[in-house]
Protein backbone atom coordinates (compact mmCIF):
# COMPACT_ATOMS: atom_id res chain seq x y z
CA UNK A 1 0.00 0.00 0.00
CA UNK A 2 2.78 2.53 0.71
CA UNK A 3 3.91 1.98 -2.79
CA UNK A 4 1.04 2.90 -4.18
CA UNK A 5 0.98 6.02 -2.66
CA UNK A 6 4.66 7.19 -3.61
CA UNK A 7 3.74 6.85 -7.22
CA UNK A 8 0.08 8.55 -6.85
CA UNK A 9 1.77 11.34 -4.56
CA UNK A 10 3.27 13.58 -8.26
CA UNK A 11 0.26 12.73 -10.19
CA UNK A 12 -1.96 14.74 -7.45
CA UNK A 13 1.08 17.42 -7.25
CA UNK A 14 0.88 17.89 -11.11
CA UNK A 15 -2.67 17.78 -11.29
CA UNK A 16 -2.78 20.49 -8.83
CA UNK A 17 -0.30 23.09 -10.17
CA UNK A 18 -2.21 22.56 -13.73
CA UNK A 19 -4.98 23.60 -11.80
CA UNK A 20 -3.64 26.81 -10.68
CA UNK A 21 -2.02 27.83 -13.69
CA UNK A 22 -5.27 27.29 -15.62
CA UNK A 23 -7.24 29.72 -12.91
CA UNK A 24 -3.91 31.69 -13.15
CA UNK A 25 -4.62 31.99 -17.21
CA UNK A 26 -8.28 31.86 -17.39
CA UNK A 27 -9.95 34.50 -19.43
CA UNK A 28 -6.51 36.07 -20.15
CA UNK A 29 -5.73 37.50 -23.47
CA UNK A 30 -3.58 39.85 -25.35
CA UNK A 31 -3.13 41.77 -28.34
CA UNK A 32 -0.24 43.04 -29.87
CA UNK A 33 -0.57 45.81 -32.87
CA UNK A 34 2.59 45.42 -35.45
CA UNK A 35 3.72 48.82 -36.45
CA UNK A 36 3.41 50.13 -39.86
CA UNK A 37 5.40 52.07 -41.43
CA UNK A 38 4.97 54.25 -44.63
CA UNK A 39 7.20 56.19 -46.80
CA UNK A 40 6.26 59.79 -47.45
CA UNK A 41 7.11 60.15 -50.74
CA UNK A 42 8.83 58.12 -52.61
CA UNK A 43 10.83 55.12 -52.23
CA UNK A 44 13.87 55.17 -54.75
CA UNK A 45 14.48 59.36 -55.19
CA UNK A 46 17.32 61.00 -57.80
CA UNK A 47 19.24 63.71 -56.50
CA UNK A 48 21.84 65.63 -58.80
CA UNK A 49 25.50 65.00 -57.94
CA UNK A 50 26.27 68.11 -55.85
CA UNK A 51 22.96 68.79 -55.18
CA UNK A 52 20.94 68.97 -51.70
CA UNK A 53 18.94 65.93 -50.39
CA UNK A 54 15.74 66.58 -47.87
CA UNK A 55 14.75 63.36 -46.86
CA UNK A 56 10.46 63.54 -46.79
CA UNK A 57 10.50 61.10 -43.74
CA UNK A 58 7.93 58.16 -43.15
CA UNK A 59 4.73 58.04 -40.99
CA UNK A 60 4.22 55.07 -38.41
CA UNK A 61 1.37 53.78 -36.87
CA UNK A 62 0.83 51.49 -33.64
CA UNK A 63 -2.58 50.29 -33.53
CA UNK A 64 -4.75 53.82 -35.07
CA UNK A 65 -2.15 55.42 -32.64
CA UNK A 66 0.16 57.30 -34.59
CA UNK A 67 3.91 56.73 -33.63
CA UNK A 68 6.55 58.89 -36.09
CA UNK A 69 8.72 60.06 -33.12
CA UNK A 70 9.82 56.51 -32.20
CA UNK A 71 11.02 55.61 -35.68
CA UNK A 72 14.77 55.40 -35.84
CA UNK A 73 16.91 56.55 -38.89
CA UNK A 74 19.81 55.43 -39.86
CA UNK A 75 22.13 55.89 -43.17
CA UNK A 76 23.08 59.23 -44.84
CA UNK A 77 23.03 59.96 -48.68
CA UNK A 78 26.47 61.70 -49.68
CA UNK A 79 25.46 64.04 -52.90
CA UNK A 80 29.01 64.42 -53.84
CA UNK A 81 29.44 61.61 -55.24
CA UNK A 82 27.34 59.55 -58.02
CA UNK A 83 26.27 56.35 -56.55
CA UNK A 84 23.66 54.83 -54.52
CA UNK A 85 22.72 55.32 -50.79
CA UNK A 86 20.13 53.99 -48.30
CA UNK A 87 18.10 55.36 -46.13
CA UNK A 88 16.34 52.66 -43.23
CA UNK A 89 13.81 53.63 -41.13
CA UNK A 90 13.18 51.57 -38.04
CA UNK A 91 10.78 50.97 -35.02
CA UNK A 92 9.94 48.05 -32.70
CA UNK A 93 6.50 47.94 -31.30
CA UNK A 94 5.05 48.21 -27.52
CA UNK A 95 6.02 44.21 -27.57
CA UNK A 96 9.27 44.56 -28.96
CA UNK A 97 8.37 43.49 -32.45
CA UNK A 98 10.69 44.99 -34.69
CA UNK A 99 10.22 46.45 -38.68
CA UNK A 100 12.12 48.57 -41.12
CA UNK A 101 11.94 49.71 -44.33
CA UNK A 102 14.66 51.14 -46.87
CA UNK A 103 14.68 54.03 -49.22
CA UNK A 104 17.10 54.04 -51.48
CA UNK A 105 18.59 57.79 -52.85
CA UNK A 106 20.21 57.40 -56.07
CA UNK A 107 23.18 60.03 -57.04
CA UNK A 108 23.10 60.95 -60.72
CA UNK A 109 25.69 62.55 -62.72
CA UNK A 110 25.83 66.44 -62.91
CA UNK A 111 26.52 66.79 -66.47
CA UNK A 112 23.94 67.05 -69.76
CA UNK A 113 23.57 63.70 -71.01
CA UNK A 114 25.20 62.81 -74.56
CA UNK A 115 23.16 59.45 -75.54
CA UNK A 116 20.40 58.25 -74.55
CA UNK A 117 20.92 54.41 -74.35
CA UNK A 118 17.32 53.58 -73.17
CA UNK A 119 15.17 50.74 -75.11
CA UNK A 120 14.78 46.95 -76.10
CA UNK A 121 18.05 44.79 -75.87
CA UNK A 122 18.70 41.59 -77.82
CA UNK A 123 21.45 39.56 -75.26
CA UNK A 124 24.02 37.38 -76.93
CA UNK A 125 25.83 35.70 -73.61
CA UNK A 126 27.46 32.16 -73.85
CA UNK A 127 26.85 30.99 -77.39
CA UNK A 128 23.10 31.81 -76.80
CA UNK A 129 20.81 34.95 -78.73
CA UNK A 130 18.40 36.38 -77.05
CA UNK A 131 15.76 38.92 -78.43
CA UNK A 132 14.40 41.24 -75.32
CA UNK A 133 16.59 39.73 -73.27
CA UNK A 134 16.91 43.09 -71.40
CA UNK A 135 14.64 46.71 -71.22
CA UNK A 136 16.91 49.71 -70.18
CA UNK A 137 14.98 52.58 -68.60
CA UNK A 138 15.95 55.90 -68.79
CA UNK A 139 15.47 56.72 -64.50
CA UNK A 140 17.31 60.47 -64.54
CA UNK A 141 20.03 62.28 -66.10
CA UNK A 142 22.57 59.34 -67.73
CA UNK A 143 21.20 57.20 -65.10
CA UNK A 144 19.67 54.33 -66.00
CA UNK A 145 17.71 50.55 -64.43
CA UNK A 146 18.99 47.74 -66.41
CA UNK A 147 16.08 44.49 -66.22
CA UNK A 148 19.45 42.26 -67.14
CA UNK A 149 22.39 42.43 -67.70
CA UNK A 150 22.86 38.84 -67.82
CA UNK A 151 21.27 39.32 -71.19
CA UNK A 152 17.88 36.95 -70.55
CA UNK A 153 20.81 33.94 -70.62
CA UNK A 154 19.77 32.48 -66.87
CA UNK A 155 16.22 33.70 -66.72
CA UNK A 156 15.31 33.10 -70.83
CA UNK A 157 17.29 31.05 -72.46
CA UNK A 158 17.95 27.38 -72.60
CA UNK A 159 18.47 27.09 -68.77
CA UNK A 160 15.14 29.09 -68.35
CA UNK A 161 15.50 29.67 -64.64
CA UNK A 162 12.42 32.42 -64.62
CA UNK A 163 12.62 35.84 -64.27
CA UNK A 164 13.67 36.15 -61.30
CA UNK A 165 16.81 35.14 -62.89
CA UNK A 166 18.21 38.45 -63.96
CA UNK A 167 20.91 41.14 -62.71
CA UNK A 168 18.80 43.87 -62.40
CA UNK A 169 21.51 46.71 -62.77
CA UNK A 170 21.50 50.46 -62.02
CA UNK A 171 23.96 52.11 -63.81
CA UNK A 172 25.07 55.71 -65.30
CA UNK A 173 26.56 56.52 -68.72
CA UNK A 174 30.11 58.76 -68.74
CA UNK A 175 29.99 62.14 -69.75
CA UNK A 176 31.76 61.45 -73.52
CA UNK A 177 28.85 58.44 -73.91
CA UNK A 178 31.55 55.85 -74.33
CA UNK A 179 31.67 53.53 -71.56
CA UNK A 180 29.06 52.90 -68.40
CA UNK A 181 29.79 51.90 -64.34
CA UNK A 182 27.40 50.02 -62.58
CA UNK A 183 26.09 51.42 -59.21
CA UNK A 184 24.16 48.43 -58.02
CA UNK A 185 23.90 44.72 -59.36
CA UNK A 186 21.33 42.15 -57.63
CA UNK A 187 20.61 39.19 -58.82
CA UNK A 188 19.44 35.45 -56.69
CA UNK A 189 23.02 34.81 -56.33
CA UNK A 190 23.88 38.01 -55.18
CA UNK A 191 26.10 40.93 -56.68
CA UNK A 192 27.97 40.80 -59.90
CA UNK A 193 31.03 42.80 -60.98
CA UNK A 194 30.53 44.78 -64.14
CA UNK A 195 33.81 44.80 -66.11
CA UNK A 196 34.85 46.23 -69.35
CA UNK A 197 32.02 47.95 -70.25
CA UNK A 198 31.26 49.78 -73.51
CA UNK A 199 29.28 51.66 -75.42
CA UNK A 200 29.57 51.38 -79.62
CA UNK A 201 26.78 52.85 -81.51
CA UNK A 202 23.57 51.01 -80.39
CA UNK A 203 25.08 48.05 -78.55
CA UNK A 204 26.75 47.87 -74.71
CA UNK A 205 28.86 45.33 -73.58
CA UNK A 206 30.80 44.01 -70.58
CA UNK A 207 31.65 41.09 -68.78
CA UNK A 208 29.71 39.69 -65.52
CA UNK A 209 32.05 38.39 -63.15
CA UNK A 210 31.46 36.90 -59.73
CA UNK A 211 33.79 34.69 -57.90
CA UNK A 212 36.26 34.25 -60.48
CA UNK A 213 33.29 33.02 -63.04
CA UNK A 214 32.75 35.67 -65.81
CA UNK A 215 31.13 35.30 -69.27
CA UNK A 216 31.01 38.44 -71.98
CA UNK A 217 27.43 39.92 -72.53
CA UNK A 218 26.72 42.08 -75.74
CA UNK A 219 23.34 43.68 -75.52
CA UNK A 220 22.17 45.08 -78.92
CA UNK A 221 19.49 47.63 -79.51
CA UNK A 222 16.51 46.57 -80.96
Known amino acids: MKKIFIKILPLLLVALISCEQD ?6 SR ?4 NDIEFVGDETMYV ?6 QDPGVIAFEGDEE ?3 DVIVSGTVDTAKVGINYVTYSITNSDGFAKE ?10 YAPSVDVSGTYTGIARGETLPAGCLITNVAPNTYLATDFFGG ?19 YVSEDGT ?16 LNPSITGTSLSHAVEQGGFSFAVQLIKE
Not at 31 to 34: H, K, L, W
Open 101 to 110: ITRTVIVYPD
Open 31 to 34: ITYY
Open 48 to 53: EEGGTF
Open 153 to 171: VYCCGIRNYGLAYRLKTYF
Open 67 to 69: VTE
Open 179 to 194: TYTAMSTDSPWGPWNI
Open 23 to 28: DVTEGV
